[in-house]
């Protein structure tokens, strides 16, 4: 089983909301990333948590808060969020050494209104 | 900086033919280079990666050719299919790093 599950697959939300990105993965992988695309763009990295630790922030804004309670779940909490931050979503995972194999989710394509 | 940099930004190729998608690198500590293939609404899926030790690999129809020296790769599409149009992105990591640094992709069309 190579799958990455991410959920909801689709999310709309005002600049006000709370909501939560989840992201799956039981491949006993312990690293595990949270990506940002935008249309006709690479996947731009967020965050990285290797053995359920964040080693990885790159300068993401506050209102994106990462968490990882367990070594097979990574999620993604919003708040405030601006209608530029409308993109598709993406979690990886792959082992912290060795291979690097990164398998990736479908993604959470999120809108900001 | 753009750490992997990635040409075509488009290519359209015949059914049968042979696409060609060229990255460059200039960090030396890069030692993995996956190549990536993605459907529209879908994440990424890994293709094909190669290490520095080899100059090719090849898997089906997909083949990586490496130069070190030169710091490029490539990946070639044979015969290449209809089902093959995606984007595609280069990738170079390094080892025990958890950082992928991504080409800036190519949107690949193949015409029946």
């Known amino acids: 089983d190579t799958e990455v599950t991410q959920t909801p697959k689709h999310l709309v939300m005002g600049m006000t909301n709370k909501k939560s990105l989840k992201c799956e993965q039981h491949m006993g992988h312990r690293a595990m990333y949270w990506y940002k695309q935008k249309a006709k763009k690479p996947p731009e990295l967020m965050f990285v948590y290797s053995y359920e630790k964040l080693s990885i922030n790159e300068s993401v804004p506050s209102r994106f808060s990462p968490e990882c309670p367990n070594s097979s779940l990574l999620n993604l909490h919003l708040h405030a969020l601006q209608p530029e931050d409308s993109a598709l979503y993406l979690c990886?995972?792959?082992?912290?050494?060795?291979?690097?194999?990164?398998?990736f989710g479908a993604g959470t394509r999120l809108s900001v209104l | 900086q753009q750490q992997v940099k990635q040409s075509p930004q488009s290519l359209i190729v015949q059914k049968g033919g042979i696409s060609i998608i060229n990255c460059a690198y200039e960090n030396t500590a890069f030692d993995y280079f996956p190549w990536y293939q993605q459907f529209p609404g879908k994440g990424p899926a890994l293709l094909i990666a190669?290490?520095?030790?080899?100059s090719e690999k090849k898997e089906g129809r997909f083949t990586i050719s490496f130069n070190k020296s030169a710091k490029q790769f490539s990946l070639h599409i044979m015969d290449s299919q209809p089902g093959d149009s995606a984007t595609y992105f280069c990738?170079?990591?390094?080892?025990?790093?958890?950082?992928?640094?991504f080409g800036s992709g190519t949107k690949l069309n193949v015409k029946p």
């Open positions: 990738a170079a990591s390094m080892r025990n790093f958890n950082k992928f640094y």
């Open positions: 990886a995972s792959s082992h912290p050494w060795g291979k690097n194999i990164q398998y």
């Open positions: 190669i290490r520095p030790d080899v």
